[in-house]
């Protein structure tokens, strides 16, 4: 083994790779594209720019940018600097995208079947393959 294999990172990607041809599988969202999506949502229903709710909110452009398009998980500081900027307190962008994500939930459980998954069948004794399934009730 070389010095360079020995180097070698093994890289996860945050993002899942290009989808193969055909239908698409359903998956959760996530919880930074729902915030980016109500910011973009918000500022662009304001007619306001990046360059304008950025410099208000003391954040970069680029970087406000990227929360945007939910290609980077900002803190909860900056989150609350761009809801501010936009006139929004931190809970009103949550709200927004806590309505988001209930929306595509429930749009997703109507597409699979109440209590299935894609491509498996629901009910009693479904999904239990090599790895089983855990049931819990109430």
């Known amino acids: 083994m070389t010095i360079r294999e020995t180097n070698r990172a093994r890289v996860?990607?945050?993002?899942?790779?290009?989808?193969?041809?055909?239908?698409?599988?359903?998956?959760?969202?996530?919880?930074?594209?729902l915030v980016g999506d109500a910011l973009r949502r918000e500022r662009r229903s304001q007619g306001r720019t990046l360059k304008d709710v950025a410099g208000a909110a003391r954040i970069s452009m680029p970087y406000l940018s990227e929360v945007e398009r939910g290609r980077k998980e900002a803190s909860s500081e900056v989150l609350a600097a761009a809801a501010q900027a936009l006139g929004l307190t931190?809970?009103?962008?949550?709200?927004?995208?806590?309505?988001?994500?209930?929306?595509?939930?429930?749009a997703?459980?109507?597409s699979i079947g109440h209590h299935g998954h894609p491509g498996r069948p629901a009910g009693p004794g479904a999904g239990s393959g090599a790895m089983g399934t855990v049931r819990?009730?109430?």
Do not use: F, K, M
């Open 136 to 138: 819990l009730a109430a």
């Open 12 to 33: 996860i990607p945050l993002r899942p790779l290009p989808a193969p041809p055909g239908p698409a599988p359903s998956r959760e969202p996530l919880w930074r594209d």
């Open 108 to 110: 997703r459980s109507r």
């Open 90 to 106: 931190l809970a009103d962008l949550l709200a927004l995208a806590q309505g988001e994500l209930i929306r595509l939930s429930a």
